[in-house]
């Protein structure tokens, strides 16, 4: 498939999507602060996810959850709790907001406004089905270390962004979030006891599903 290919049906994906109000108005209160949202064919994928994986218990690491929650939400059952991690407040009472606009009741959402990394250790393993991380390359492989024993079995670790558009690829770049995005890649596909899918979503989406 050629880039122009690619380039349509990514169009055609966005365009014939339809998305709720909530949605619309959390990917606009996300841009309007700058942050980064997943694209609708990344969304659509954590939707289903969610719903396949029978997830009963998610995290989300990125600040905007309120996007990220929605997507994930619409796959989820009614008993199902996400935990959203960032280290800004602000984020988190944004978010809180779009949940409550959306209709889904507090008890659903847990707010851990820490770092990522700091608050990880503290989980319980094997608790989780699904995991959402929007990351810097400089943390992308301690974010995995410490993401990876909070899965079950059958437990997906869904890494936004990891491949940086395909420029790891190119060996002539040295700076460093290019070099610890190359090597988290490498260390990723060297693990065991996972099955890791990389797809062409965002800027190179990463998969770690848990056997």
Known sequence: MTDSSVSALSSYVEETTVASAALTAACED??????????????????????????QGVIAVTPAAGVVGLYLLAGLGDNAIISCID??????????VTFREAGYSPSRIRFLPSRPLDVMGRL????????YGEVSPLELKA?????????????????????????????????????AAREA???????????????????GLTMITKL
């Open 87 to 96: 280290p800004e407040p602000e984020h988190q009472k944004r978010a809180k």
């Open 185 to 203: 890649d490498e260390y990723i596909r060297s693990l065991d006891g996972v099955i890791v899918s990389r797809l062409p979503l965002g800027a």
């Open 124 to 131: 319980a393993n094997a608790s989780y089905q699904l995991v």
């Open 30 to 55: 996300a841009s309007e602060f700058g942050l980064t949202i997943p694209d609708a064919m990344t969304g659509q994928l954590l939707s289903t996810l969610a719903a396949a994986t029978k997830a």
């Open 143 to 179: 974010f995995v270390d410490a993401a990876l024993p909070l899965l079950s079995a059958g437990g997906v670790l869904v890494l936004a962004d990891a491949l940086l558009d395909g420029t790891l690829a190119d060996l002539s770049r040295k700076d460093r979030d290019t070099v």
